[in-house]
């Protein structure tokens, strides 16, 4: 496979191109403000909108607070108080050289709610923040009110072979400084069933961050120290009520993993998403505010007391 890293280096380098201005990345042009607020020696970049019980967004690998555009307006509008935020080393906040363990995202999760002064809040991820705010359910329970883990990372991730190379050492310092654009838009559509569905103005905002000079050292950061299937064997550790939703047509993160997440939660419901990939967030927005917020509103649905009888009396 590494004969073919002089092709990928070729292509990274010729399609560079210049990334969205600060003023123009999401959430400009809409109603809600950006701020920033440093957490754990981090600037971290948020918006929060809505009043009522807390549920905090977190993003996945490689994605920033844009993930959530579509499903930020219809949870507030609901009667929620909806945050978001650029997670250390990705988006617009600050990219530093280390702070990229499993902990360390944890840590700064419950240090980002003590800064907004929130004793415990309803926490969704998706993808890596997926894994994130499981660890969070486990490390600090009285924190996490509810969860919703939409295509969780923690149990496994086919990671693409680009970002494979980015965490070699040398040739992904190499690799990671030779963004493009184009490999910007190949990576984003992998994430999604119907690849058509990706905007040119997705993929700008996406790029967007690639202008930080520290981009690449968090790129590798994350890839050096996160570990994706940290989740193994510990769900059951999570009493909360869970909704796990996940794409029918996830390729990054199959279904089986999420069905079996799902077995393993105490207190879970299961749900999938026909005609989605693993950016359902972006692909299925108003199916999964639908799901997010009955959730939200009603909890985990309770099985029937006894199973065997209900089935008997059929």
Known sequence: MRTGLPLILAILSACRAAPLPRASVYPAGTALEARFVRVDGTRIRFVDTGKGTPVIFLHGFGASMYAWRDILGPVAAAGFRAIAFDNRG??????????????????????????????????????????????????????????????????????????????????????????????????????????GKVRNEDVDQYYAPVADPDFGRALRGILRDFRFDALRGRLAAIAKPTLVLWGQQDRLIPVWIGRAAALELPRAAFVTVPKAGHALPEEAPAEVSRLLIAFLQKGVPAPPPNLAVRALSR
Do not use: Q
């Not at 929130?118 to 600090?140: P, Q």
């Open 90 to 195: 990705l988006g617009m906040s600050e990219k530093p050289a280390d702070g990229y363990t499993n902990a360390d995202y944890v840590h700064l999760l419950a240090s980002f709610m003590d800064s907004l002064e929130l004793t415990d809040a309803v926490v969704v991820g998706h993808s890596m923040g997926g894994a994130i705010a499981a660890e969070c359910a486990i490390a600090h329970p009285d924190r996490v009110r509810g969860l919703v883990l939409i295509d969780a990372a923690g149990m496994g991730v086919r990671v693409p072979f680009v970002l494979r190379v980015a965490a070699w050492p040398g040739v992904g310092r190499i690799v990671s400084g030779l963004r493009s654009r184009w490999m910007t838009a190949r990576l984003l559509r992998s994430m999604y069933a119907d690849p």
